[in-house]
């Protein structure tokens, strides 16, 4: 019932092991499913513990892709797209994003007025400072570099970016659509 005397001197003499290291916050870089809310998300971890992450690659190093800087700077719109698309998990598809980026730029010449509130949202989903400058600013002063480097950080991640949201949900649960929908319901009463 109680520890012997070579039980408590044997646990005395055994070294603490050393304490595990925090998850780290934001995307995964291999996305995780939660199944019963078919979502991408980071692993749990309190608010406390979080410490403000940083991009993955800096806001002027567009040229490390260059395929997609050569359509970021020829048509915004289907990077903006491809961004929105995921930062909304899916709920704004790729085409409604890049149609209302396109006519904003269209109609005003300032399309930053939108995509800088999703440098917000998906700042914020990452965890990331407010670096190097508001969001606002950086999408007004390189509204294209400010898109490479959101792409570029989703890519990162572990996104593939023309597959879409539905599209990578589908390639982390290996070709199986999760359809969230409520058992089937029999009529009547049978005997």
Same mark, same amino acid.
């Given at each position: 019932?109680?520890?012997?005397?070579? !039980?408590?001197?044997?646990? $005395?003499?055994?070294? @603490?092991?050393?304490?595990?290291?925090?998850?780290?916050?934001?995307?995964?870089?291999?996305?995780?499913?939660?199944?019963?809310? /078919?979502?991408?998300?980071?692993?749990?971890?309190?608010?406390?513990?979080?410490? @403000? *992450?940083?991009?993955?690659?800096?806001?002027?190093? &567009?040229?490390?892709?260059?395929?997609? +800087?050569?359509?970021?700077?020829?048509? @915004? &719109?289907?990077?903006?797209?491809?961004?929105? #698309?995921?930062?909304?998990?899916?709920?704004?598809?790729?085409?409604?994003?890049?149609?209302?980026?396109?006519?904003?730029?269209?109609?005003? *010449? +300032?399309? &930053?007025?939108?995509? +800088?509130?999703? =440098?917000?949202?998906? =700042?914020?989903?990452?965890?990331?400072?407010? =670096?190097?400058?508001? !969001?606002?600013?950086?999408?007004?002063?390189? !509204?294209? +570099?400010?898109?490479?480097? #959101?792409? =570029? #950080?989703?890519?990162?991640?572990?996104?593939? $970016?023309?597959?879409?949201?539905? *599209?990578?949900?589908?390639?982390? /649960? *290996?070709?199986?659509?999760?359809?969230?929908?409520?058992? @089937?319901?029999?009529?009547?009463?049978?005997?």
């Amino acid at each position: 019932m109680y520890p012997s005397k070579q !039980d408590t001197a044997h646990e $005395m003499n055994q070294k @603490p092991s050393p304490p595990l290291p925090a998850p780290v916050t934001g995307y995964p870089a291999g996305p995780f499913i939660n199944q019963h809310h /078919n979502e991408i998300h980071s692993h749990p971890i309190q608010h406390q513990q979080q410490q @403000p *992450g940083r991009w993955s690659s800096g806001l002027c190093d &567009c040229f490390s892709d260059i395929p997609n +800087c050569c359509i970021t700077c020829w048509c @915004p &719109c289907i990077t903006f797209g491809q961004i929105a #698309e995921i930062v909304d998990k899916g709920t704004t598809s790729c085409a409604v994003s890049g149609a209302i980026y396109g006519v904003l730029l269209w109609f005003t *010449g +300032c399309p &930053c007025i939108y995509s +800088c509130l999703y =440098r917000t949202k998906m =700042r914020k989903q990452l965890m990331f400072e407010d =670096r190097p400058c508001n !969001d606002c600013l950086v999408h007004f002063c390189c !509204d294209a +570099c400010a898109l490479c480097q #959101e792409y =570029r #950080e989703l890519k990162h991640r572990g996104f593939d $970016m023309s597959m879409g949201w539905q *599209g990578n949900v589908e390639r982390q /649960n *290996g070709g199986v659509a999760m359809i969230a929908s409520a058992p @089937p319901v029999e009529q009547g009463m049978k005997r």
